[in-house]
């Protein structure tokens, strides 16, 4: 079977944006357009194709990252290009999905609010995609919309993202007088006539725009030439590069992130996307152009290189499972390189294990049709498979490659759950590891206190959802505590503590001995060098300082086992702690009595001792929110912020709008936006995401110690 497009053909990427940015709506006319449906869904009517949960249609928001595979040939004429999109969720609670789905594409288009320009969330994503160096292009929105400025919003996209943003386009007209755009490299203007805009039509720029689009234009074509040194002389000496230089230099500019083209027009009123299409085309880079994919060999530790080539050892990362009603469980993963056949088996090199890769499909969001083949480059669901999880690497057994895996952001919120009968009880637990094989930020643990099942996540909506999909996917009743915050603990001292446990029993007894120092760890910095003796994790690192043999070797995992146990549960109000390095540097041992779990509860006990000595304090999770409010409102926003142990970082002007940024701990932040409407007369809206830990003022933690302990 053979590759029906050539990779240099293929386009992976993804459409990012904060929440209300119009991402979806843009996916919708992005099938329409490229023939795979033949008519556009409307998040506002609920009938979205990439929007296909229900909780995505009842609360017109994007949950989950759907995958689409189309087609599209250029509305400058030319070849069809195979398009696989996935189409993200804006909203904070789910920004796993983005952070995942980044990880696997080649390039992203960032939808911006034409209102709004750079919102918080727009922030986070740009963040993960400098991380996943993913070049970009930005799609200002929304023009049509009352207060939509295309310059302010690209101001915003210079001062709070990057300065290498650039205008590709210039909007003819804004609000109701928004009609097409300025393309600067070709100086013509375009409108979308016809059924739903599909025809887009090439004219003059009018007079009122020629000398602002000349200027623009100027800024562009020096950006483009300072990328290419034979370029620049000819510029320097005054002669006129040509569109297909000025696209080729373009190109290879943003594909190394040095510039970012910007674009315009409004999805809604069907224009604009066309040409986004066509600069996903000319700027985005297929498989070949990015550099190959590193990985390390599971058995020698050895950097490992795959290129994108069907030739290559095949090797694939698992990105994203997704309960599927129809087929059971689906493992979303990309090809790096290497092909694989349906019917074959498939190497887990994270596991180890064989499993055998029954069927493969590609997917229209929910709808998915069965392939034979899969190639490099491409991005396609295994079906069935049992023991694959979120960022495992499938590779060729005689070929191995572990690639990195994705880091995921810890959850802040929680809330206990019961079963509401014996019925429940058993369907819970299932439906629960089920979610939270899906989601890497949903997590669930028992209180060893209560018995009680507590679940995690990253905020109130996302954990609403959760119990939603339960009740409804899985059929499972549950009462539902309230939101609680994810507390941790930590220390801000050093200390030493010697311990031995001995137990004689009148057989072999129980002997382990242990010195260990305790110290705060700086945070956590995976391309920092860890020396030999030690073992790094976030929010934990163990050195092994022994000498001469006194404790044999091979206790020595039991000792950093007992402290990590240890770390479950602080001894301030039992909260995980965090944020701490350890380190053993003396003991004994007894030829007989020695034993692995006499080293861990003797390390375990040492390490409670020490982290009382050490300054335990509680940290509490700051979030970042944004209150957008009109000016007369402000005085009252700012006051009961400030009231809420929140820091005023930033306010600025956003239309006739005010705008408050501040860091506010998530405890004080329940049942914000109820209040917040009715401080506003329901004209506030805001947005909060988690920012970092910080230690609880001394009169707040003694209140949570209590309600913890029972002031015991």
């Known amino acids: 079977m053979q590759r029906d497009y050539p990779l240099e053909k293929v386009r992976n990427f993804g459409i990012i944006a904060h929440i209300d940015a119009g991402k979806t709506t843009t996916s919708e006319r992005v099938l329409f357009y490229t023939g795979s449906q033949h008519k556009i869904g409307e998040v506002h009517e609920g009938d979205t194709t990439t929007d296909w949960m229900e909780q995505e249609r009842e609360r017109g928001i994007t949950i989950t990252a759907a995958a689409i595979t189309c087609f599209w040939a250029p509305s400058y004429g030319g070849d069809k290009y195979r398009f696989n999109i996935i189409d993200t969720p804006g909203h904070i609670d789910f920004t796993v999905e983005v952070k995942r789905s980044l990880r696997v594409l080649d390039g992203a288009v ?42 302010r919003s690209y101001q915003s996209i210079l001062n709070r993202l990057s300065k290498k943003a650039v205008r590709l386009q210039i909007p003819i007209g804004e609000e109701d007088h928004h009609e097409g755009v300025v393309d600067l490299l070709k100086m013509k203007a375009y409108y979308f006539e016809g059924n739903m805009g599909n025809q887009v039509v090439e004219k003059e720029i009018p007079e009122s725009l020629k000398e602002q689009a000349q200027k623009y234009r100027h800024d562009l074509v020096e950006r483009i030439v300072e990328n290419d040194e034979a370029m620049m002389n000819d510029y320097l000496e005054g002669k006129e590069a040509t569109l297909e230089d000025l696209k080729r230099v373009l190109r290879k500019a943003v594909i190394e992130n040095k510039i970012f083209p910007v674009m315009t027009g409004s999805a809604l009123k069907n224009k604009g996307v066309q040409l986004v299409l066509d600069a996903v085309v000319d700027y985005l880079p297929s498989p070949l152009d990015i550099p190959p994919v590193k990985g390390t060999h599971p058995d020698t530790g050895e950097e490992v290189v795959r290129h994108a080539s069907d030739e290559e050892p095949f090797a694939a990362l698992a990105f994203k499972l997704q309960a599927d009603p129809f087929v059971g469980q689906l493992t979303f993963f990309r090809v790096y ?42 991005i396609a669901a295994a079906v069935g498979l049992k023991d694959a999880k979120t960022s495992h690497t499938f590779c060729d057994e005689a070929n191995p490659i572990a690639l990195d895996q994705i880091k995921f952001p810890e959850p802040v919120i929680s809330l206990r759950i019961e079963p509401k009968t014996k019925a429940d009880q058993e369907k819970m637990g299932m439906a629960l590891k089920r979610l939270s094989d899906e989601d890497p930020t949903f997590r669930i643990k028992s209180d060893a206190d209560t018995g009680e099942t507590v679940i995690m996540g990253m905020g109130e909506l996302h954990l609403e959802i959760i119990v939603d999909r339960m009740k409804r996917e899985f059929s499972v009743e549950a009462n539902v505590g309230k939101p609680q915050v ?34 705060p760890l700086p945070h956590y910095d995976p391309e920092e060098k860890v020396p030999k003796n030690a073992h790094r994790e976030p929010g934990f690192e163990f050195i092994d300082a022994i000498k001469g043999g006194v404790i044999p070797q091979e206790f020595i995992p039991a000792v950093e086992k007992g402290i990590k146990e240890a770390m479950d549960r602080g001894i301030l109000a039992g909260y995980k702690m965090t944020d701490i390095s350890a380190e053993l540097n003396y003991g004994s041992y007894h030829d007989v009595d020695s034993s692995e779990i006499a080293y861990k509860i003797a390390a375990s006990q040492a390490f409670q001792e020490a982290a009382k000595k050490a300054r335990p304090v509680i940290l509490e999770p700051i979030m970042k929110v944004e209150v957008v409010v009109p000016e007369k409102f402000m005085g009252d926003i700012t006051g009961n ?72």
Request: aromatic share 8%; proline share 2%.
């Open 337 to 378: 390189s290497g092909t694989i056949e349906a019917g074959t088996y498939i190497y887990n090199s994270t596991t180890g294990t064989k499993e055998r890769l029954g069927r493969i499909v590609r997917l229209q969001a929910d709808k998915r049709e069965d392939v034979k083949k899969v190639f490099a480059g491409e």
């Open 110 to 151: 960032v939808v911006f609010d034409g209102v709004a320009g750079v919102e918080p969330q727009s922030e986070t994503n740009w963040r993960y995609a400098e991380e996943a160096q993913v070049p970009r292009i930005c799609f200002i929105n929304k023009l049509d919309r009352t207060g939509a400025s295309f310059e």
């Open 486 to 519: 994810a507390y941790k603990e930590t220390i801000q001292g050093e200390a030493e503590v010697e311990n031995k446990y001995i137990k004689q029993t009148g057989g072999k007894g129980q002997y382990g001995h242990v010195k260990i120092k305790i110290k």
């Open 641 to 712: 912020l400030s009231g809420k142990r929140g820091q005023i970082e930033a306010m600025e002007d956003r239309g006739d709008l005010k705008v408050v940024r501040a860091k506010v701990p998530l405890s004080e932040m329940f049942g914000y936006v109820t209040n917040l409407r009715s401080m506003t007369e329901g004209r506030g809206s805001s947005t909060m995401e988690f920012d970092h830990y910080a230690v609880v003022p001394t009169n707040v933690a003694t209140g949570i110690i209590e309600a913890r302990t029972g002031g015991k």
